[in-house]
């Protein structure tokens, strides 16, 4: 009877009004979460209704491919677009080799000890440093070295030399995310390193890799400071110039001209659809690098 009476004394509520407590504080939080992922995409959606507005409507085939023009109005942009494209693919084709090679190295193959510490310092230091020091150490190299002028060359090695970082942390911490039980499993099986690195981590860390690369070719293409500094404000004037001694003035850095410098009586209209040539180059970017991505998640799945 004692042990029974002890049952009857106990608070029988308390776990419901801590459930209760707990339901109120899930539904408050669920509330807070979707009020702030709404907000955030109500305003990316006004900002691009306000980037896009006035520019996207104007845009013709003759401004994509036509010739900048300094004095007179209707001028185009394709030297400028050209270059663009050009700089971004010879960044991105130095940039991509060398730091998936290195981040491989310092998450498969670095030994554990102070000094690669002290590189992965460096080179997370690196990822945040200011572009226009990677412009500065452009006209170091380029303009006053070598002294080779403000070239595509230049700014496109420069570009590498920014991303390079970047790239070489994503893919490391892409390959270290990997599980250890597929890495152990590739051994068990008589598989090498190389094996293992190319057929198990690489495959499965290619989700992060190919989000880093196109974080950076996003930031690439859109990079003012740096080609400025070694590119120049100019273009050749030619449509198609493949010449790497070039100057290679870029869309944004011809936005920034037309915005601060050009005397056309249409610079403001120029500009706006400069603005939304970017825009839409930089998503048509992210859904090109997302490809691959939906062609890897199947191809994993299966």
């Keep these: 009877m004692s042990a029974k009476k002890k049952v009857d004394t106990l608070p029988v509520f308390s776990f419901g009004k801590r459930r209760g407590a707990s339901v109120w504080l899930d539904r408050v939080f669920t509330g807070l979460v979707w009020g702030v992922g709404v907000a955030v995409i109500v305003f990316i959606v006004g900002l691009l209704f306000l980037l896009l507005e006035k520019g996207l409507p104007q845009l013709s085939w003759s401004f994509l491919y036509g010739l900048p023009s300094e004095i007179e109005e209707g001028g185009g942009i394709g030297p400028a677009l050209f270059n663009s494209f050009y700089v971004l693919l010879i960044s991105l084709l130095i940039a991509i080799p ?32 200011p572009s226009i020091i990677f412009g500065l150490f452009g006209i170091a190299l380029f303009v006053e070295f070598f002294e080779i002028g403000l070239t595509i060359l230049g700014a496109g090695i420069s570009l ?15 390959i270290r995310a990997v599980p250890a039980q597929l890495r152990n499993g590739s051994f068990a099986l008589g598989a ?18 190919i989000t880093g ?3 950076t070719a996003g930031r690439a293409f859109g990079e003012s400071a740096v080609i400025i500094l070694t590119a120049g404000v100019s273009t050749s004037g030619e449509m198609w110039d493949f010449n790497l001694l070039s100057p290679g003035g870029t869309l944004a850095v011809h936005l920034w001209y037309v915005q601060s410098e050009a005397i056309v ?10 603005t939304a040539v970017l825009i839409f180059v930089a998503l048509l970017i992210n859904i090109v690098f997302r490809v691959p991505l939906w062609l890897n998640s199947r191809k994993t799945k299966a």
């Design 213 to 215: 690369i196109c974080l």
């Design 265 to 274: 009586p249409d610079a403001q209209e120029i500009a706006q659809k400069t």
């Design 160 to 174: 590498a030399f920014l991303n390079l970082p970047v790239l070489t942390r994503v893919t490391e911490e892409s």
């Design 192 to 209: 090498t390193h190389l094996q293992t690195i190319r057929r198990v981590l690489l495959p499965v860390a290619m989700n992060g890799i």
């Design 98 to 129: 060398i730091g998936m090679a290195a981040g491989i190295y310092l998450a498969e193959f670095a030994p554990n000890n102070k000094l690669i510490e002290v590189v992965r310092i460096c080179v997370e230091g690196l990822s945040s440093v």
